[in-house]
């Protein structure tokens, strides 16, 4: 069975910002299609513990 891979271009070769829609979560990663040119990227579906920093570190930090 032959299975066909269609070309898409790739996040950050046009001149425009993307504008993307990200599919419903299902599994580790969602794609997201851009709307204006059709490009598509993965988005992780979680935060590691690296990600973001608690509101104690912010004021911490402050």
């Known amino acids: 069975m032959a299975t ?3 070309e898409k271009p ?3 070769d046009l001149d425009h910002k993307h504008r993307w ?3 419903e979560p299902d599994g580790p990663v969602s794609v997201g ?3 204006i ?3 598509e990227k993965q ?3 979680w935060l590691s ?3 973001f920093i608690t509101n104690e ?3 911490q930090a402050a």
């Open 4 to 6: 066909s891979v269609s």
């Open 10 to 12: 790739i996040a950050g």
């Open 21 to 23: 829609r990200i599919a």
């Open 33 to 35: 299609t851009c709307r």
């Open 37 to 39: 040119c059709g490009a």
């Open 43 to 45: 988005f992780r579906n």
């Open 49 to 51: 513990d690296m990600d």
């Open 57 to 59: 570190e912010h004021r």
